[in-house]
């Protein structure tokens, strides 16, 4: 029996648009292969949108991770929305380090 993967993707839709829940942990070990799930998942849709609100952990390597996301997608005219609300594991960090100011990131899904 394999070990459980440290985080998955939940793959829906949001107003016709992608909607990818990440769950569990990302960190050094997994976030390449969590970015690559993300992209993997964009198709042709004009915005992504990425919910953390369930995220347990990230590390720096999540950050990045969401950084080279944005920048790969924006050069498809891709633009990503990041759901991480204020308290929470990644609304929290997100702030901290700043990338609040340069990402789209929202407290929630609104309709």
């Known amino acids: 029996m394999s070990p459980e993967p440290l985080a998955r993707i939940e793959v829906g839709e949001h107003h016709g648009l992608p909607l990818?829940?990440?769950?569990?942990?990302?960190?050094?070990?997994?976030?390449?292969?969590?970015?690559?799930?993300?992209?993997?998942?964009?198709?042709?849709a004009s915005t992504l949108t990425v919910d953390l609100t369930d995220l347990e952990f990230m590390d720096s390597q999540g950050l990045h991770m969401l950084h080279l996301l944005a920048v790969d997608l924006a050069g498809n005219d891709?633009?990503?929305v990041v759901i991480a609300p204020v308290p929470g594991i990644a609304g929290n960090l997100l702030t901290l380090v700043g990338m609040n100011k340069t990402l789209d990131i929202r407290p929630n899904l609104s309709d």
């Open 78 to 80: 891709t633009a990503l």
């Open 20 to 44: 990818l829940r990440v769950l569990g942990e990302v960190d050094m070990t997994n976030a390449a292969t969590i970015g690559e799930q993300l992209r993997a998942n964009t198709g042709d």
